[in-house]
């Protein structure tokens, strides 16, 4: 105790002296007890203190100030641990305090390497732009001094003489932070990353060193994706999450309504979160304004925010509650990328259907889905970066061992390779044909089909369904603005395809042969 009080009384003096003299000997000092929670200046700790007495942000109305840190900075702070996940509604200060803290890591701790990786170029320069102001209005004996810089770019500051820089890159840069060793990573907006963003965020995680930080923050898109797995498994991984919904912002405001025309779910809100009637009336405010979004970009609570988009295809209360009672899988093979509940039965009728990728280790992944004929129940399922004859082996393997399975596949794009290797280097006769041409044309007017199908399946038989990467994908898949629909951005949906196609060509099958004898 005595060692944490003489660290805070050299801090308050550190920090008080700031306008007569700060050399790199202050700078790690500071550095040392900078993550320590003493109360050294008006009740805040070493970092609130010291951000508010060096760094310098910009208002909503483009002036410089000196940063002061709001109720969801602090509170933040204060619940902080070495890794993080944040979930927020829109424009709280939550990046700018995630880089002003980093940035007091990297200028008070030599040998730091800070990195932040924002969803797009635009949001990195942005970023950097905070950052750069950060350097800029520094106390000129400390930016010409111990923090003089050797290289400022729209990447990169270098602080030579402590051997430490911050670096700021796009989630798009698929090298972003390959061969280095990260002490601090801030992932921004990590719902909105492009491509697959959990690839993305394991290889960031491997270039962590020992004792490093890490934030992982983001506004809510929807169910499923990276950002939604997670906040979901956080307990699982040890991360601490943290929550701030909008009415923590003071800025989010708008003229008093009156007590009269308050809703039963307003009044409610009200007492629960002893909200003013300004507040209620920027809620109204927002939710015409944003309508359906309103929940997902200013969240009140850590689950509408996440269900509230109203942009998914499916039905999510149907998909949520079978998510709680799928079974686990009695067999895994192919390193996982198989998965059985149910193995084959002598005499019973089986369908594959298959959605070809490419097959290259990134994109789109090849998908299988073994149904049973007579119930239409999920078997097995795979999923995995497999193409060409590597899947026509596998997929006819597999439809073998299902007693002689229909194999159906689709036959646009990478589809016609395979139907044709399945059926000449494979020599499998069993397989689905349309119209008289073998595999399953998905077209403009079929593929709505298939997905009703599918959905009124997951609605009025629940149970038929058993994997839940394939119900974590009809979360993610949604109507998009050009009024198509698919996977969200950073998510994918080969499952959804393969498990509509198959029910589609199931419930053809039955047909057939209930009039005429399937062939």
């Not at 801030?186 to 959990?198: K, M």
Request: hydrophobic share 40%; aromatic share 6%; proline share 3%.
């Amino acid at each position: 105790m005595a060692a944490v009080d003489e660290e805070s009384a050299v801090a308050a003096l550190a920090i008080k002296s700031i306008q007569k003299k700060l050399g790199r000997r202050e700078l790690e000092k500071l550095g040392k007890i900078l993550d320590t929670p003493s109360h050294v200046v008006g009740g805040s700790d070493v970092a609130i203190a010291l951000a508010e007495a060096l760094l310098v942000v910009r208002t909503r109305e483009g002036k410089p100030t000196k940063l002061a840190a709001n109720a969801v900075q602090q509170a933040f702070e204060e619940k902080r641990g070495q890794r993080n996940i944040v979930l927020k509604a829109r424009q709280m200060g939550l990046t700018t305090w995630v880089a002003a803290r980093f940035f007091l890591k990297t200028i008070t701790q030599p040998g730091t390497l800070t990195l932040e990786v924002a969803h797009t170029q635009e949001a990195a320069e942005e970023i950097f732009r905070i950052v750069h102001r950060f350097a800029d209005w520094l106390p000129d004996r400390v930016r010409k001094g111990p923090l003089r810089t050797a290289r400022s770019n729209v990447r990169q500051i270098v602080f030579p003489r402590i051997d430490a820089q911050y670096r700021v890159v796009s989630a798009a840069d698929r090298n972003a932070g390959r061969g280095l060793t990260v002490q601090n990573l801030h992932c921004s907006e990590l719902a909105r990353w492009p491509g697959d963003a959990a690839e993305i965020l394991a290889g960031l995680r491997a270039t962590l060193a020992p004792g490093a930080e890490m934030v992982l923050e983001s506004t809510p898109q929807g169910v499923g994706g990276c950002f939604h797995e997670e906040w979901l498994k956080a307990d699982e991984t040890g991360m601490v999450r943290h929550f701030f919904p909008w009415w923590m912002e003071p800025g989010y405001r708008a003229k008093a309504v009156g007590k009269a025309s308050l809703t039963e779910e307003e009044r409610a809100l009200m007492a629960e979160r002893g909200l003013d009637l300004r507040q209620i009336g920027y809620r109204r405010q927002i939710r015409a304004d944003f309508r359906g979004l309103a929940r997902q970009e200013f969240a009140e609570d850590e689950d509408s925010c996440f269900l509230a988009s109203g942009e998914s295809v499916f039905e999510l209360a149907a998909v949520e509650e079978r998510m709680k009672t799928v079974p686990e899988p009695v067999m895994r093979r192919q390193n996982g990328e198989l998965e059985i509940w149910l193995p084959p039965v002598k005499g019973r009728e089986y369908v594959v259907a298959v959605d070809p990728a490419g097959g290259g280790s990134e994109g789109d992944y090849s998908a299988a889905e073994v149904l049973e004929m007579e119930t239409g129940l999920q078997c097995a399922e795979f999923a995995g970066h497999m193409g060409g004859l590597e899947l026509a082996r596998f997929v006819t393997d597999l439809a073998a061992e299902y007693n002689g399975a229909w194999l159906v596949v689709e036959r646009n794009n990478h589809g016609s390779c395979v139907l044709a290797l399945a059926e000449t280097a494979c020599k499998y006769g069993r397989i689905y044909r349309q119209g008289g041409q073998a595999g399953w044309l998905t077209t403009s007017v079929s593929r709505p089909a298939m997905l009703g199908c599918l959905n009124a399946a997951l609605v009025e038989e629940p149970e038929r369904f058993q994997s839940r990467r394939l119900l974590g994908e009809c979360r993610s898949f949604v109507r998009q603005a050009n009024g198509s629909s698919g996977a969200q951005a950073g998510t994918h949906d080969d499952r959804v395809m393969a498990m509509a196609m198959g029910l589609a060509a199931r419930a053809e099958l039955v047909g057939r042969a209930g009039s005429k004898g399937a062939r």
